[in-house]
């Protein structure tokens, strides 16, 4: 009796343990990548729409305040396509992120 329990049971912990370390694995995985992908190079938009002005640090992390030259205030800074177009705007660095 103890051998079939034993028989049946232990694949199925084996199953439960492997199941719990993937997705351990996996949600670590992606807090190091957000946290790598944070900093990045916003553009204001010049009066045709391209974007090659200098740029200014900004981040891809949603936050409540979007990237602006004058911190606060000021032209909000976009990110950069490969044909110069100000694509998507960036937020606000807070904290080093």
């Known amino acids: 009796m103890k051998k079939a329990i034993l028989k049946h049971v232990m694949p199925l912990a084996a199953g439960v343990l492997a199941i719990a370390g993937a997705f351990t694995t996996t949600s670590m995985q992606s807090a190091a990548k957000a946290e790598t992908a944070a900093l990045q190079w916003g553009y204001i938009p010049d009066s045709d729409g391209s974007c090659d002005t200098p740029p200014i640090q900004c981040s891809d992390?949603?936050?409540?305040?979007?990237?602006?030259?004058?911190?606060?205030?000021?032209?909000?800074?976009?990110?950069?396509?490969?044909?110069?177009?100000?694509?998507?705007?960036y937020f606000r660095v807070v904290n080093g992120q």
């Open 61 to 89: 992390i949603v936050k409540p305040q979007l990237c602006r030259l004058n911190d606060l205030t000021g032209p909000i800074a976009y990110e950069k396509d490969n044909e110069n177009n100000c694509v998507r705007p």
